[in-house]
């Protein structure tokens, strides 16, 4: 995956990551615990959008 774009906010007791894609558009939110580390939440915020951006590919392209 290439250029990510986070946004983290904490929220109370979680982080809530907003991690967008500049090349698709594709945005997706995701909360975690805090506890785990800045980098182990971006980490799962992109494993999520690629996970996202894969799937619409997919859809756009008539398989499962």
């Known amino acids: 995956m ?3 774009w986070f946004e983290v ?3 109370g007791n979680i982080m809530r990551v907003t991690a967008i894609d500049p090349r698709t558009g ?3 939110i995701t909360i975690a615990d805090p506890k785990r580390g800045d980098h ?3 980490l799962l ?3 999520k959008l ?3 951006i894969e799937k619409n590919r997919k ?3 008539g398989l499962k």
């Open 9 to 11: 906010k904490r929220v």
């Open 26 to 28: 594709t945005e997706v």
């Open 2 to 4: 290439g250029e990510v």
């Open 45 to 47: 915020a992109a494993r």
């Open 59 to 61: 859809k756009h392209l």
């Open 50 to 52: 690629a996970y996202v």
């Open 40 to 42: 182990a939440i971006k």
